[in-house]
Each structure stands twice: as structure tokens, then as C-alpha cells.
């Protein structure tokens, strides 16, 4: 059954443009390839936040959007397990190891922004994804009626808790 509710979009597209301008920035961008991510759950993080025209057209399906769920979950725990401890220096010598140039002082300042603001930004990244589960799960029940929810049927989604408090 394909979801095609306004409200599930409108969060789908926040997620889209703060992922894209506040975590996968061009100055966290290397950083974040130093989480342990299964190929599967980059591809998921990736379409959810590049394909919204696409799920516009087609809809989301309940199991798609727990998957998308499930896999931004983990990849923030990694974030704030791996990252943020070491993310000025992960960032500093990426940096270094791809340029021989010093930067130009307005990409120090963004590059020291992005770096200073990501924990905060990830903590939005949180809220939204769980705004997005808050607001497919309803919308499983509802379409489900007496019989049980695709979520149910999930265990990882008993973990979700975990995965996104911040530690």
C-alpha cells in the first residue's frame, strides 16, 4: 500500500535539506566516511534524502520508510559514537590530506561552523527522523485498522529508542 500523506512528505523534505546542507556539507562530507555502515543503509540514507520528487510520484511504502527509518537511526548512534568525539581532527586532516593550499579564511570560518554546529545538527536530524516514525506509525495503524501494524512486525524498531537518545 502506497502512503502518499502530505504531512509523512513535508518531513521527508526537512530531513532531505538538513541533511544535505547541515551534515553531508562539503566540510563534514569525508568526515562522515568513517562510519561502519553496511552499503544497504547508505543507499536508504541516500534516497531518502535525494529521491523526494520520486516518492512524491510513487509513494512510500510502511516497510520502506522503517528501513529508511532504521538505517538514519543507526547512522546517527554511529555519528555520536565515532564523530563527534574526533570530529575537528577527522575533519582537519582530511582536509590537509586533499589540499596543499591553506584554505581562505571564510572556509576556515565555515569549515569551524560546520564542525562547532554538528552536534546540534544531528540532534535535528533526531527529532526529524523521529518525527518521521511518530508520523508513519500512525499512519500504520490507521490504515491497518483491527489487524496489526507493519511495525510490529519489526523488532529492530523496539531498539529505536537507543539508537536515537542522545548519549
Not at 33 to 62: A, C, H, M, V
Not at 84 to 92: G, S, W
Not at 111 to 136: K, Q, S
Request: no cysteine; aromatic share 8%.
Amino acid at each position: 500500500m502506497a502512503i502518499k500523506e502530505p504531512d509523512i512528505y513535508k518531513i521527508v523534505e526537512k530531513i532531505s535539506d538538513h541533511y544535505q546542507n547541515n551534515i553531508n556539507n562539503r566540510f563534514v562530507h569525508k568526515a562522515l566516511l568513517i562510519l561502519e555502515l553496511p552499503q544497504s543503509e547508505w543507499n536508504r540514507l541516500d534516497g531518502l534524502t535525494t529521491k523526494s520528487d520520486y516518492y512524491k510520484t510513487q509513494g512510500f511504502q510502511f516497510d520502506e520508510l522503517y528501513e529508511v527509518v532504521l538505517a538514519a537511526a543507526h547512522f546517527i548512534y554511529q555519528a555520536r559514537q565515532k564523530l563527534i568525539p574526533n570530529l575537528k581532527a577527522i575533519v582537519q586532516s582530511a582536509r590537509a590530506a586533499h589540499s596543499k593550499e591553506e584554505p581562505s579564511d571564510p572556509d576556515m570560518i565555515l569549515r569551524d561552523m560546520a564542525v562547532h554546529n554538528f552536534p546540534a545538527n544531528l540532534g535535528i536530524l533526531t527529532d526529524l527522523i523521529n518525527e518521521l516514525y511518530t508520523r508513519t506509525a500512525s499512519q500504520d495503524r490507521q490504515a491497518h485498522g483491527k489487524k496489526p501494524p507493519i511495525y510490529e512486525k519489526i523488532p529492530e524498531l523496539k531498539e529505536l529508542d537507543r539508537y536515537l537518545a542522545s548519549s
